[in-house]
């Protein structure tokens, strides 16, 4: 109990305008800065990520997988309560196999 009490004595004596100003100055053209840090900076990098991620990629590189029916996998003891009892809920036809293969693409 001693030392909360302790640690609560230094916190109430501490000269909280010396520890404000021990922080760097601010001038009132400091948001000119980072108006222009994110103008021509930020802006840039999220546009550039954009069209590296959705332009550039070939199709290949989104294909999936070769279907390969490993016994322990894409096990079926009864049938999902929803759909057609053979596709999970979240099932993304492109990304999951079903037991007996991949879905024909669109």
Request: proline share 8%.
């Amino acid at each position: 109990m001693s030392l909360l009490s302790r640690n609560f004595r230094l916190l109430r004596q501490t000269n909280w305008a010396q520890v404000r100003q021990m922080s760097a100055g601010h001038s009132d053209n400091d948001w000119k800065k980072w108006k222009n840090a994110f103008f021509f900076v930020a802006c840039p990098a999220i546009v550039l990520a954009h069209v590296a991620a959705f332009v550039l990629p070939d199709e290949e590189d989104h294909a999936p997988p070769p279907f390969v029916p490993y016994d322990h996998l894409r096990i079926r003891t009864k049938k999902f309560p929803w759909g057609d009892g053979n596709h999970s809920l979240i099932h993304n036809p492109h990304v999951n196999a079903l037991p007996d293969g991949y879905e024909e693409h669109h």
